[in-house]
């Protein structure tokens, strides 16, 4: 599904939009600033990675924010993208009551 379904924004165009832009960093610079592999914050920007852990550890030391920050917006995202891919099929399920 794509975004737009969604309505979110992926978590690469909060990293991109509200972090790097303003800021003036490049994602080769942010990558270097990290110790990663260029390509892992590309392809997190192109919405073609998640934030893992370790990620979002290395973005909270460098941008002064929390790791839980980039790690609940990614599962928010991934929760809601799950919920438009499987909305029909979920849609079926009944909340069992337990017997009083």
């Known amino acids: 599904m794509s975004k737009e379904l969604i309505g979110l924004s992926t978590p690469g165009e909060v990293l991109r939009e509200e972090f790097l832009d303003p800021m003036g960093i490049t ?10 592999d260029p ?9 073609k990675r998640r934030i893992t852990a370790d990620t979002a550890i ?5 941008f002064g924010t929390s790791p839980g920050f980039w790690m609940n917006m990614q599962s928010r995202y991934d929760l809601e993208l799950m919920m438009e891919e499987k909305g029909q099929e979920l849609g079926k399920i009944r909340q069992h009551h337990m017997a009083s």
């Open 27 to 36: 994602p080769y610079a942010l990558a270097k600033g990290i110790y990663v």
């Open 39 to 47: 390509p892992r914050i590309d392809a997190i920007i192109k919405g």
């Open 58 to 62: 290395r973005l909270s030391k460098f």
